[in-house]
């Protein structure tokens, strides 16, 4: 019996058998292919389940693929709660009455853009946690929630009568580390909590080398090029049949930037090539719904957090409809049928509401609600006060005196600072300036800083991401630098649990500020809409005590999802914390479709500033070269050079465009080691599409192979070359370069090039 046969292990008597063969998965002995999508139970309100399942069913899948999310489950050490929107049990139990196994993906890391990557936040109120490693109290924890998982759902395995096929050990660990011992304890805590189906390991083409094992079954994730992914694939597992656990036919979306979309006819295409080479799939994701409460995470760096809406542009709507992706997708399904296959009629689709204007009514300011202070010397992290979400209000005094800046380390996420509680400015993680100017004082003022957690981040190598004000704050007068300290820390929790607060009439605030806002609506139907946030700032939203999600009005997400089942006939309850307070009537709508793409912040996050002109002559190139038209990886090797800015010069495009445009971008030291990105910051880039699309440069760093730096095409094309220049956080011994093309098509791909590289910032910078 071949090594790949023996970890699918023979069925009991009178169940089913699933095994992984050395050229194809084996169904009762026979051969499967299996055509999977992805759908979270917990991003789709539980009465909805059974539609979603059945809209998966009648798209042509025969397997839906379920992530669990740790810190839904045990959202406080030691105390698990499976009932109600968290019964992944009967989830699964549900996709087999649909006629659809199911592909388990339990963790401990699942990450999907969700807060932390899955993690509970309490891991980090130890200093000394390193997630994703062999740290004893970090394995100690997922050994007791693997277990946990195994109480509620070894028992449905396939083998036992259930539905699930495999079982998934840890995620895409490859992008983090190496450490494939780790790998194994995993799998065996997983062993130890009853699952006996094939474990499986998955990750990027690049990834997959280091997080391979070879009693582990592997997969390969990708958005494009299928031929090529599963070439690396080989590379590392010669035998055993084809798999891509994440295929993207969209991609999600971040605040600030366009809402993301993915062509239909790259789908069909690219899911046809699998289904002619007996490849089998995943479809990241079939289905992407809602990331309600505080769930959703963020991206780093740079730091991106991630909308509520996780509407995928994927072939099932964030309201759970048809898409005309989802169409496409089932034609091509019908015909890759089993024998004695047939595909379900497409259920009908659900309608939504508008709703008329909704009055707000009464309002709790944050000033007259908070808890009880936890005095310290210093700020106090999030983490620290025993919080998991929400804010932090900080207050100390600041002495009198001229004009100054405040200077921070850093904060996590987004700050509100007042002086005497009239607002004085805000601080954005996003872009990277933690210094505040004030005014004059002619005495003693209270300052006072209200911190919002946006997500804590859930890839990469900044998954450690404790929230609130990180290390000391200056008071800086232009002649002398202090530290201020005696500070009263206010945890403002937020979320599916909140803190109490008692409401006035809104007619009798006068300076409404950071608070909360409560009115009544009235509803004779019970479907769907979508609130319209447009006219409030950023904050959190509620309907009869069930947290919706985040808002933010500078998009792309200008809605917010209310399902129709959370709604009451009759009477209902909406609640909007609000961080900077409304001056305008409190009020809001329901729409009955979504605004999912209206970014109106004002191009904020380009990298180019008036000042800046790049005027470095082409000899003080440090290489040039010519890269192939090819969609793999690009690499180039040079003279080493010790220099922490570098930059990126695109001299002509294959196709004799204008543009510019790159997937990934990595450097390497002289050993041939990839160096940390993970204090890279753009410095400049001559030109960044952000209006007709997500082409930022960050996006040349942040460790998705689906977005893309692209150069200006919707209202100008401006002509090459075209410089991106990189600020790498510390210098280096620098001997090479890779570079990933664009994955969905060649436009911008890069023909010849040039690097240049400094110890010191490049002139005219």
């Given at each position: 019996m071949?090594?790949?046969?023996?970890?699918?292990?023979?069925?009991?008597?009178?169940?089913?058998?699933?095994?992984?063969?050395?050229?194809?998965f084996l169904?009762n002995?026979?051969?499967?292919?299996i055509?999977?999508g992805?759908?979270h139970y917990?991003r789709?309100p539980?009465?909805?389940?059974?539609?979603?399942?059945?809209?998966?069913?009648?798209?042509?899948?025969?397997?839906?693929?379920?992530?669990?999310?740790?810190?839904?489950?045990?959202?406080?050490?030691g105390?698990?709660?499976?009932?109600?929107?968290?019964?992944?049990?009967?989830?699964?139990?549900?996709?087999?009455?649909?006629?659809?196994?199911?592909?388990?993906?339990p963790?401990?890391?699942?990450?999907?853009?969700?807060?932390?990557?899955g993690?509970?936040?309490?891991l980090?109120?130890?200093?000394s946690?390193?997630?994703?490693?062999?740290?004893p109290?970090?394995?100690?924890?997922?050994?007791?929630?693997l277990?946990?998982?195994?109480?509620q759902l070894a028992?449905?395995?396939v083998?036992?009568?259930?539905?699930?096929?495999?079982?998934?050990?840890?995620n895409?660990?490859?992008?983090f580390?190496?450490?494939?011992e780790?790998?194994?304890?995993?799998?065996?805590?997983?062993?130890?909590?009853g699952f006996?189906?094939?474990?499986?390991?998955?990750?990027?083409?690049?990834?997959?080398?280091n997080?391979?094992?070879?009693d582990i079954?592997?997969?390969?994730?990708?958005?494009?090029?299928?031929?090529s992914?599963?070439?690396?694939?080989?590379?590392?597992?010669?035998?055993?049949?084809?798999?891509?656990?994440?295929?993207?036919?969209?991609?999600?979306?971040s605040w600030?930037?366009?809402?993301?979309?993915?062509?239909s006819?790259?789908?069909?295409?690219?899911?046809?090539?699998?289904?002619?080479h007996?490849?089998?799939?995943?479809?990241?994701m079939?289905?992407?719904?809602?990331?309600?409460?505080?769930?959703?995470?963020a991206?780093?760096?740079?730091?991106?957090?991630?909308?509520?809406?996780?509407?995928?542009?994927?072939?099932?709507?964030?309201a759970?409809?048809?898409?005309?992706?989802?169409?496409?997708?089932?034609?091509?399904?019908?015909?890759?049928?089993?024998?004695?296959e047939?595909?379900?009629?497409?259920?009908?689709?659900?309608e939504?509401?508008?709703?008329?204007t909704?009055?707000?009514t009464?309002?709790?300011p944050?000033?007259?609600?908070l808890?009880?202070?936890v005095?310290?010397d210093t700020?106090?992290?999030?983490?620290?006060?025993n919080?998991?979400?929400?804010a932090?209000?900080?207050?100390?005094?600041?002495?009198?005196?001229?004009?100054?800046?405040?200077?921070?380390?850093?904060?996590?996420?987004?700050?509100?600072v007042?002086?005497?509680?009239?607002q004085?400015?805000?601080i954005?993680?996003?872009?990277?300036?933690?210094?505040?100017?004030?005014?004059?004082?002619?005495?003693a003022?209270?300052?006072?800083?209200?911190?919002?957690?946006?997500?804590?981040?859930?890839?990469?190598?900044?998954?450690?991401d404790?929230?609130?004000?990180?290390?000391?704050?200056?008071?800086?007068?232009?002649?002398a630098?202090?530290?201020?300290k005696?500070?009263?820390?206010?945890?403002?929790?937020?979320?599916?649990?909140?803190?109490?607060v008692?409401?006035?009439?809104l007619s009798?605030?006068?300076?409404?500020?950071?608070?909360?806002?409560?009115?009544?609506?009235?509803?004779?139907?019970?479907?769907?809409?979508?609130?319209?946030?447009?006219k409030w700032n950023?904050?959190?939203?509620?309907?009869?005590?069930?947290?919706?999600?985040?808002?933010?009005?500078?998009?792309?997400?200008?809605?917010?999802?209310?399902?129709?089942?959370?709604?009451?006939?009759?009477?209902n309850?909406?609640?909007?914390?609000?961080?900077?307070?409304?001056?305008?009537?409190?009020?809001?709508?329901g729409?009955?479709?979504p605004?999912?793409?209206?970014?109106?912040?004002?191009?904020?996050?380009?990298?180019?500033?008036?000042?800046?002109?790049?005027?470095?002559?082409?000899?003080?190139a440090?290489?040039?070269?010519?890269?192939?038209?090819?969609?793999?990886?690009q690499?180039?090797?040079f003279k080493?050079?010790?220099a922490?800015y570098?930059?990126?010069?695109a001299?002509?495009?294959?196709?004799?465009?204008?543009?510019?445009?790159a997937?990934?971008?990595?450097?390497?030291?002289?050993?041939?080691?990839?160096?940390?990105?993970?204090?890279?910051?753009v410095l400049?880039?001559d030109?960044?599409?952000?209006?007709?699309?997500?082409?930022?440069?960050?996006?040349?760093?942040?460790?998705?192979?689906?977005s893309?730096?692209?150069?200006?095409?919707?209202?100008?094309?401006?002509?090459?070359?075209?410089?991106?220049?990189?600020?790498?956080?510390?210098?280096?011994?620098?001997?090479?370069l890779?570079?990933?093309?664009r994955?969905d098509?060649?436009n911008?791909?890069?023909?010849?090039?040039q690097?240049?590289?400094?110890?010191?910032?490049?002139?005219?910078?």
């Amino acid at each position: 019996m071949s090594l790949l046969l023996q970890y699918g292990a023979a069925a009991q008597k009178n169940q089913t058998a699933f095994a992984i063969g050395d050229t194809s998965f084996l169904l009762n002995h026979k051969p499967f292919v299996i055509r999977c999508g992805e759908m979270h139970y917990t991003r789709i309100p539980r009465d909805y389940w059974r539609g979603r399942l059945k809209m998966a069913k009648a798209m042509g899948l025969n397997t839906v693929c379920a992530y669990l999310f740790w810190n839904f489950t045990e959202r406080e050490p030691g105390k698990f709660d499976w009932s109600g929107q968290a019964d992944a049990a009967e989830f699964c139990r549900m996709a087999q009455q649909e006629g659809l196994y199911v592909i388990l993906r339990p963790g401990p890391y699942s990450c999907a853009e969700w807060e932390f990557g899955g993690f509970p936040w309490w891991l980090l109120k130890d200093k000394s946690m390193r997630v994703r490693t062999q740290h004893p109290h970090y394995l100690e924890a997922c050994k007791r929630y693997l277990l946990e998982v195994g109480k509620q759902l070894a028992p449905l395995q396939v083998n036992k009568g259930g539905n699930i096929l495999m079982v998934q050990v840890e995620n895409e660990y490859g992008s983090f580390g190496s450490d494939k011992e780790y790998i194994g304890l995993i799998r065996d805590y997983l062993k130890a909590a009853g699952f006996t189906v094939p474990f499986f390991t998955c990750d990027g083409p690049v990834q997959l080398k280091n997080d391979i094992r070879p009693d582990i079954f592997a997969a390969v994730n990708f958005g494009g090029n299928p031929e090529s992914g599963f070439k690396a694939l080989r590379g590392v597992q010669a035998h055993g049949p084809l798999m891509c656990a994440e295929y993207y036919p969209g991609w999600f979306d971040s605040w600030g930037r366009p809402h993301h979309t993915g062509s239909s006819q790259r789908v069909i295409d690219e899911l046809k090539w699998m289904l002619d080479h007996n490849a089998s799939f995943s479809i990241y994701m079939a289905h992407g719904g809602t990331t309600f409460g505080t769930f959703s995470g963020a991206n780093a760096p740079p730091y991106l957090p991630q909308t509520s809406s996780y509407d995928y542009d994927a072939p099932i709507n964030e309201a759970g409809n048809p898409t005309p992706k989802f169409y496409a997708i089932r034609e091509l399904l019908s015909k890759y049928l089993q024998p004695g296959e047939t595909l379900p009629d497409v259920p009908a689709a659900t309608e939504a509401q508008s709703l008329g204007t909704i009055r707000f009514t009464a309002s709790a300011p944050l000033w007259n609600n908070l808890p009880k202070a936890v005095i310290a010397d210093t700020a106090m992290l999030m983490e620290d006060l025993n919080q998991g979400y929400g804010a932090v209000l900080y207050e100390t005094l600041l002495p009198a005196g001229g004009t100054a800046a405040i200077q921070f380390e850093d904060i996590h996420d987004y700050a509100v600072v007042y002086l005497n509680k009239k607002q004085a400015g805000t601080i954005d993680r996003r872009k990277g300036n933690f210094t505040l100017n004030i005014p004059a004082r002619a005495k003693a003022t209270p300052m006072q800083i209200l911190v919002e957690a946006t997500g804590r981040v859930n890839y990469g190598y900044l998954m450690h991401d404790r929230k609130g004000i990180h290390g000391k704050v200056i008071l800086d007068d232009g002649q002398a630098k202090k530290e201020l300290k005696q500070w009263k820390n206010y945890p403002v929790e937020l979320g599916d649990k909140t803190i109490p607060v008692q409401y006035a009439p809104l007619s009798k605030i006068v300076q409404p500020g950071a608070g909360f806002y409560k009115a009544v609506f009235e509803v004779n139907e019970l479907k769907d809409t979508y609130l319209d946030l447009r006219k409030w700032n950023k904050g959190l939203v509620w309907v009869n005590g069930i947290c919706l999600g985040r808002y933010w009005n500078i998009g792309p997400t200008q809605t917010i999802y209310l399902p129709g089942c959370w709604l009451k006939k009759g009477t209902n309850e909406v609640i909007v914390f609000d961080l900077l307070g409304i001056s305008h009537p409190a009020e809001l709508k329901g729409l009955s479709k979504p605004i999912l793409d209206s970014v109106t912040e004002k191009r904020a996050q380009v990298h180019k500033k008036a000042s800046q002109k790049w005027t470095i002559p082409a000899s003080r190139a440090h290489y040039n070269g010519t890269f192939e038209d090819s969609k793999e990886w690009q690499m180039a090797s040079f003279k080493p050079v010790m220099a922490r800015y570098f930059c990126l010069e695109a001299l002509s495009e294959f196709k004799n465009q204008p543009y510019a445009s790159a997937a990934e971008i990595q450097l390497l030291d002289a050993d041939g080691k990839e160096i940390p990105r993970s204090a890279w910051k753009v410095l400049y880039a001559d030109s960044e599409e952000v209006d007709g699309d997500d082409g930022n440069a960050a996006n040349l760093f942040d460790l998705q192979f689906t977005s893309i730096w692209h150069t200006e095409w919707q209202d100008r094309s401006p002509k090459h070359p075209h410089q991106v220049v990189i600020d790498l956080g510390r210098a280096y011994k620098i001997s090479g370069l890779k570079l990933l093309p664009r994955q969905d098509n060649p436009n911008g791909r890069i023909k010849d090039y040039q690097v240049y590289f400094s110890s010191t910032p490049f002139k005219g910078l």
